[in-house]
């Protein structure tokens, strides 16, 4: 690892300013992806800026027709809390099913979402239930938060509060780990909402999470595993790795929608 | 007897520590004014260097040495030797430079090493050394390795083929097949592996200037090899001026024995610079430079008689060894491979060729196993293979071809004389612990879920128990491989055992005090067991090719016996009666038709307060020694069973039922045996199903660098097992052992791709199978 | 630049100046001398270094020492009682002959400590589907599922004789 300063704000104004301020500042959400990195050289932040002790970016709320989780929310707190399961149990699922437990002890949902690894979870659900990602300058609609891999709308100074999930009629999510990394080949998100069937795949697209229009309009017919299995879906701009070739992951997609759709709740 | 004798489930002795954060592994050595070692490593599968810049380095804070392959000349260090040639296989061994000389053949190579004052120093100098590398053609492929027109690795090394080898009768072995009613022939691939002991690599060296020696902390399986090859041939001092110290060993799985570049560097910079080094791989570093193990390419046949009585086995072999030879270079793929190919049948004529090719990788040496995996690979999937194409049920074709109780001891076409083994036997056991009869039952409850479920079967035999010296020398080994041990006394009772091997996990410390507590009569607790230190223990050749118990146990056995022949002479001078007349039993000393009775303790005492010891005829004392050399090999075998799940719509494969029964002669602790079985069959499984090293074919960087790419099995990966016994004591041993170690990562990869094949009624599919691959074979197939 | 960290380790308070890019693991072992907690990778995922941090596992290697600040900590050597008692789990994984080298065995102990926090009463699956960021390479996994199993019930046991 290189040298760097490291801060811990108590608000987000302290937080915003440290930002603002240094170098190459980079915010520190859980750390489960970037002191990795930095550990193999691979980053080189000037100063890290510790949100955990930021009050403002914690918490679950269930605001009627939405549900609103605190960026700094760890992964374990999704998958184990009482309002989330009531209110989008798929959500609290995928959260169950990130990482291994100490890295779901760390992990948060706003550095996940905010780093948009091609192999995450949770850009499929954000994407998926159409969230709202509330940022210190705005809000971001999901369709135009993720842009390509490791890439978002997000500005350099910009601090993700919290993510928005409108509640669904029924949602469920299913993925297919890489055996090795236990991250996603394959993760299909499919959610049934008041303005038709999204539908967001994770871990395939060579830019990252897409939306499978194909998926959609199928299961727009007839939300059926059967139906999300007739799918062909085309292995162009698909990743190809040792583990899974463009031609297989297109092939698990409807496959993991298929299963998706049959654990909708 | 004492209740923690052999045979008993004695909970281990080192657990204690190990449970509480007190073992003491070579990372969590310190020394005084110790400084940190970091490499630069070549980024280039195969490259020239044009120049090396050390200056910017050389001028960064705390940086104390940049040292490079010009320093070690100038100091008159030697390359890193390869210390086997196969007897017959006219083998050209390249150099290996500890650091650069001018060129790097594997991603990983050693290019130069940096010292400095902190970790995080050295590492920021390693990075500011300047290399001008000129990139050169790479190939990895061992069979493209060959090839005419091929990147050339070593000058002195045409055509990169560093051994051409044969054993069996190859006339006699075409005869056969000109005979035969059947020829069954499949091509295979065995995977290569990246070993992964948990453990990184790590060594810490202390140069003494005030004796002008040395003591090397390392990670190593034989440490007594490592002082050896460091001292007597890299940098010509004498052995007894560097001590090796192995502490405590977090796995090794063969990674560890072979010698490495970064021990000798540590220890030569630390003479260097006149401070204590340490040096600690990272993981990528382990992945890369770790000796891999396996990377076969094959094709077999086999020719059998109209009744499926096997006629003839021919096979050859592309062997990758990788960009050097590793210290024992050739051996896994030639004599612990090609000796094992008559597997547990009688195939009265076998030949097989192996040509070792060198390759711009990470250099290949013992892995679990070593050599007898890829045997029965090869051998327990063709006959499978035979089976399916002669319509003869696989159960019974390898019946038909077994090797008779009745027909030991039994010599191979390819070397080796079996002391002992009762196949029908452990198949018989096993087809009723695996509940072989109700497969049919559980596959329909699987067909029900979705899954096809596959049977496997592999009849396994291995040569291990390494090895009687003769042979070691004969094949072309610079070592003999006999084990030592030593036993002391105190006066009081301790007892302190010397041992040559050293366990990286395998419990040496309670199974070893269980044999002394048998032979001796004393409670465990006053047992010692040392290993892994050339300070303490005179000689060793460690712990590889399951040989501890059988080899070096039996040294300790026979050292006990020696104890008690002088104790026997110490009792009866204490009892006053001839030596002809005292018994030894359950750690009593009697005379025959009295009721005279010492204890061993008792006569401990006696022999170190030696107050009226008639000194011209008994000597104080009863330390002894033993080199114990064996006759044979020993021969465990056994026969697991595996069941696997496919999910026909991913292609993913999970083992739902495994079964191991083996006849590993006698059992000193079933509880350790039975974790070594369940270890041997996860690296086993993991061999079939997840693991494969992988670079890529054009650039040669390695692909599977890290945890994310390469997959280990994990625990839910895996089911639980069942394990079973039979028993055939080894005839040639004092303990009548055999040894396990290794079973379970020579049987499983057949077991579980023989349920593969199973399940998806194919004829063969290459390891790893993962969903990928399995998916496409189902739609191949289907076609 | 260096910064002071506190916290309580093992229930002692410790305080030491190290640099920002200190991770936990390397304050326990280079800091403080508790080498019982081991590194095995660089990408967080082999589990050797996993201890408890107010009492959450965590992967030490993945956390600085100053994100730490305040902290409870609890390592491998700070699970016995004062008296030497072993804990209901190293007691099991020593029953059970849940480790053989012993490298991946403080973090897979603390790892599975923190299951039955957790989980007081897993199934088999939910014992290896927990330990899946823990690697172990000898035990094949069979003796260390066994372990946890039976510390689990006993721990229950426990529990409910103190009620």
């Known amino acids: 690892m290189y040298a760097f300063d490291y801060h811990k704000p108590s608000t987000l104004d302290e937080a915003k300013a440290l930002l603002a301020g240094g170098e190459d500042p980079k915010l520190l959400a859980g750390g489960q992806t970037i002191l990795p990195t930095m550990k193999q050289r691979l980053a080189s932040p000037s100063d890290l800026v510790d949100l955990s002790g930021v009050a403002e970016l914690k918490g679950i709320r269930d605001t009627g027709d939405a549900l609103v989780i605190g960026a700094m929310t760890t992964h374990a707190t999704v998958a184990a809390d009482a309002t989330v399961k009531a209110a989008i149990p798929a959500l609290a699922g995928l959260a169950s099913g990130i990482g291994d437990p100490q890295v779901r002890h760390r992990g948060t949902i706003g550095g996940s979402v905010a780093n948009n690894d091609p192999a995450a979870d949770y850009p499929a659900a954000v994407l998926a239930l159409g969230a709202t990602v509330k940022t210190t300058r705005r ?112 092939h698990l997609i409807p496959v993991m929608a298929s299963r998706a759709v049959a654990a909708l709740a | 007897m004492p209740d923690d004798g052999i045979g008993a489930r004695t909970l281990r002795k080192e657990d204690k520590r190990f449970l509480t954060g007190r073992g003491r592994y070579t990372a969590d050595i310190n020394r005084p004014g110790q400084i940190y070692a970091a490499f630069v490593r070549s980024p280039h599968a195969h490259a ?608 739902v039922k495994f079964t191991a029964v083996d006849d590993f002669g006698e059992v000193v602790n079933p509880m350790i045996v039975e974790g070594q079985v369940h270890g041997g069959v996860v690296h086993g499984i993991g061999q079939a199903l997840y693991e494969g090293c992988q670079y890529d074919p054009e650039t040669g960087q390695l692909l599977t660098g890290s945890y994310m790419d390469y997959t280990m099995p994990r625990a839910d990966n895996l089911p639980s097992f069942t394990v079973g016994y039979t028993t055939t004591p080894c005839p040639h041993n004092p303990l009548g052992v055999k040894g396990c170690g290794e079973a379970g990562a020579i049987a499983a990869p057949a077991a579980v791709i023989n349920a593969l094949c199973d399940a998806l009624g194919i004829r063969h599919i290459d390891m790893p199978a993962t969903p990928m691959k399995v998916l496409n074979a189902m739609q191949q197939a289907a076609e | 630049m260096t910064i002071t960290v506190s916290m309580t380790v093992n229930g002692k308070q410790v305080s030491r100046e190290v640099e920002p890019r200190t991770l936990l693991v390397q304050f326990l072992r280079e800091k403080l001398n508790l080498t019982g907690t081991h590194v095995g990778c660089d990408t967080s995922q082999c589990g050797a270094c996993v201890v408890l941090i107010d009492g959450v596992s965590v992967k030490s290697c993945t956390a600085l020492a100053a994100q730490c600040e305040g902290s409870e900590v609890t390592t491998i050597e700070g699970l016995a009682a004062a008296d030497g008692t072993l804990h209901p789990m190293q007691e099991a994984f020593r029953t059970h002959h849940g480790l053989q080298c012993g490298f991946c065995t403080p973090g897979m102990v603390i790892s599975a400590v923190d299951l039955l926090r957790v989980n007081p009463d897993p199934s088999e699956h939910d014992v290896r589907k927990w330990l899946e960021g823990n690697i172990c390479r000898c035990t094949g996994y069979h003796n260390i599922v066994k372990a946890v199993l039976d510390a689990a019930q006993t721990m229950r046991g426990t529990a409910v004789a103190a009620e």
Not at chain 2, 560 to 578: F, G, N, P, T
């Open chain 1, 139 to 250: 809000e971001i609609a999901a369709d135009d938060f993720f842009q390509s891999l490791f890439e978002t709308a997000l500005e350099e100074d910009e601090i993700i509060l919290s993510i928005a999930f409108p509640k669904p009629k029924r949602a469920a999510y299913a993925k297919f780990d890489n055996p090795a990394s236990r991250y996603a080949i394959v993760g299909v998100f499919v959610a049934e909402t008041g303005s038709g069937v999204r539908v967001a795949v994770t871990g395939a697209g060579q830019e990252g999470v897409f939306r499978s229009a194909e998926l959609e309009t199928a299961l727009g017919q007839s939300m059926t595993p059967e139906a999300a299995k007739a799918v062909k879906v085309s292995a162009d701009g698909l990743n190809g790795d040792i583990h899974a070739s463009p031609e297989y992951r297109a």
């Open chain 2, 48 to 655: 020239a260097i044009r120049s090396l810049d050390t200056a910017a380095a050389s001028a960064m804070p705390g940086v104390v040495a940049v040292l490079t392959g010009e320093d070690l000349k100038a100091d008159g260090v030697n390359g890193v030797p390869c210390g086997f040639s196969p007897t017959g296989g006219n083998q050209k061994a390249p150099t290996r430079p500890a650091l650069a000389q001018g060129r790097v053949r594997f991603v990983g190579d050693l290019v130069a090493m940096v010292v400095a004052e902190t970790l995080d120093e050295a590492r920021d100098a390693a990075e500011a050394v300047a290399v001008d590398y000129d990139p050169l053609p790479a190939v990895v492929d061992p069979v493209k390795a060959l090839a005419d027109g091929a990147p050339l690795l070593h000058d002195d090394v045409p055509g990169n083929l560093t051994v051409d080898w044969n054993l069996g009768d190859a006339d006699a072995t075409d005869a056969a097949f000109a005979k035969a009613a059947k020829v069954v022939a499949f091509d295979l691939v065995n995977n290569r592996k990246i070993p992964n002991a948990m453990e990184p690599r790590a060594s810490v060296a202390e140069y003494e200037p005030a004796t002008d020696s040395l003591t090397l902390y390392t990670t190593s399986q034989n440490p007594h090899i490592t002082r050896l090859l460091i001292a007597a041939f890299e940098m010509g001092i004498p052995e007894g001026r560097l001590r090796v110290v192995a502490p405590d060993v977090g796995g090794g799985f063969g990674s560890k024995i072979p010698h490495y570049p970064e021990e000798l560097l540590v220890t030569w910079a630390s003479r260097r610079v006149e401070r204590p080094v340490k040096w600690i791989a990272e993981r990528a570093e382990s992945f890369m430079s770790d000796a891999h193990g396996r990377d076969h390419v094959t094709h077999a046949e086999l020719a059998l008689d109209a009744d499926g009585k096997f006629l003839g086995l021919r096979v050859r072999t592309i062997a990758n060894l990788g960009a050097y030879l590793s210290t024992f270079g050739a051996l896994s793929t030639t004599y612990l491979y090609a000796t094992l190919l008559s597997g547990q049948y009688v195939i009265p004529a076998i030949h097989c060729n192996v040509r070792g090719a060198l390759t711009n990788t990470c250099p290949i040496d013992a892995e679990r196993g070593a050599g007898r995996p890829e045997a029965t690979f090869l051998v327990e999937r063709i006959v499978e293979i035979a089976a399916a194409e002669t319509g003869i049920d696989r159960i019974d074709l390898r019946r038909r071809n077994f090797v008779p109780a009745d027909a030991f001891p039994y010599q191979t076409p390819v070397a080796l004389s079996y002391d002992s083994g009762d196949y029908e036997k452990v198949l018989a056991k096993a087809l009723e612990v695996a509940d072989v009869a109700g497969f049919e039952t559980r596959k329909r409850e699987s067909a029900a879920r979705g899954k096809r479920r596959g049977l496997g079967f592999s009849n396994y035999i291995e040569a291990c128990g390494l090895a009687p010296s003769n042979v070691a020398g004969a094949i072309g080994a610079g070592i003999a491989l006999y084990e030592t041990a030593e036993i002391r006394f105190a006066p009081t009772g301790a007892v302190s055992v010397y041992a040559g091997t050293k366990s990286q996990g395998q419990g040496h410390e309670t199974t070893f005090a269980q044999i002394v507590a048998s032979r001796l009569g004393l409670p465990i607790d006053q047992i010692d067991v040392i290993e892994g230190d050339t300070g303490t223990v005179q000689w060793g050749h460690g712990t590889y090719g399951s040989r501890s118990l059988a080899v070096g146990g039996s040294a300790i056995a026979k050292t006990c016996d020696k104890i008690i022949v002088k104790a026997k002479r110490v009792a009866a001078h204490l009892m006053e009666s001839a030596v002809e007349d005292v018994e030894f039993k359950d750690g009593s000393f009697t005379v025959a038709g009295t009721d005279r009775k010492l204890s061993m303790g008792e006569v401990i005492m006696a022999s170190y307060v030696s107050h009226n010891f008639p000194t011209d005829e008994l000597e104080p004392g009863l330390d002894e020694r033993c080199f114990y050399d064996p006759a044979n090999f020993t021969y465990p075998a056994g026969c697991h069973v595996c069941e696997i799940e496919v999910d026909e719509d991913t292609g993913f494969v999970e083992v």
